[in-house]
């Protein structure tokens, strides 16, 4: 019983154009959600978060929106460079008493992003 | 800044063996936590230190699999038999502390591989 979802295992995209990675949850208790970026052999690394009270987190060339009511969150890259390649991972969790993450993360399976030149 | 060490990087190992993990955190760093991670899947926790105090344990196999952060610094985890199951990446990670995700930070695993 998957509660936080990528469907898609990989994704290809070109140089310079917009990446977007899906992931989609089922636990209606999770109120913060981060993506995580991962090389091969190497851990994962946070990338950018966003809590349930927003719908938009911006940084830099990434962009993560929230539709609560879908259950549903994306990241955008743009531009996408090759640099980006790597395995992103979605993970989501309850809010603490204090705001933030209470630190149990829940992820996903992961979507292997392909930038090609 | 220095970030988390981990040891072995690969380990392999026939079933019924034990073998050991060792994790350094980022120093000061209150909150450990060990991750699985299976060909595939996305990490899943095992257990979570604050200090050298369990916070969480509740996905951790107990029968087989240990794990102790002495004077709230290192963290060995264990496991006692090793099943062909528990072939995975073991993920440590550290953060200063637990109420803010974003400041996980992750070192770079231990691969298993039982035989």
């Known amino acids: 019983d998957q509660q936080v979802k990528q469907n898609s295992p990989s994704l290809s995209v070109q140089e310079g154009r917009i990446s977007i990675l899906n992931c989609d949850y089922t636990?209606?208790?999770?109120?913060?959600f981060l993506w995580y970026k991962k090389y091969p052999a190497e851990g994962p690394t946070f990338l950018i978060s966003i809590s349930s009270i927003k719908d938009k987190n911006e940084d830099g060339r990434f962009t993560v929106f929230l539709n609560k009511s879908a259950k549903h969150l994306s990241l955008h890259i743009v531009p996408s460079q090759p640099g980006d390649s790597a395995v992103y991972f979605c993970a989501a969790s309850a809010v603490s008493d204090y705001g933030g993450s209470q630190g149990n993360l829940i992820f996903g399976k992961g979507t292997k992003l392909s930038v090609k030149p | 800044e220095a970030g988390v060490a981990q040891s072995p990087r690969y380990k392999i190992i026939e079933k019924r063996q034990s073998v050991a993990f060792w994790c350094n955190p980022i120093?000061?760093?209150?909150?450990l936590y060990w991750y699985q991670q299976i060909l595939g899947q996305g990490p899943k926790l095992l257990i979570q230190?604050?200090?050298?105090?369990?916070?969480?344990d509740s996905q951790l196999p107990k029968d087989r699999f240990s794990a102790e952060r002495l004077k709230g610094v290192d963290s060995t985890l264990k496991i006692q038999p090793a099943k062909l199951e528990d072939s995975a990446v073991y993920l440590c990670?550290?953060?200063?502390?637990?109420?803010?995700?974003?400041?996980?930070?992750f070192g770079p695993g231990t691969r298993l591989l039982v035989l």
């Open positions: 636990n209606s208790m999770f109120d913060y």
């Open positions: 120093s000061g760093h209150a909150t």
């Open positions: 230190f604050q200090n050298n105090g369990v916070v969480d």
């Open positions: 990670a550290s953060s200063f502390w637990d109420r803010v995700a974003e400041t996980q930070y």
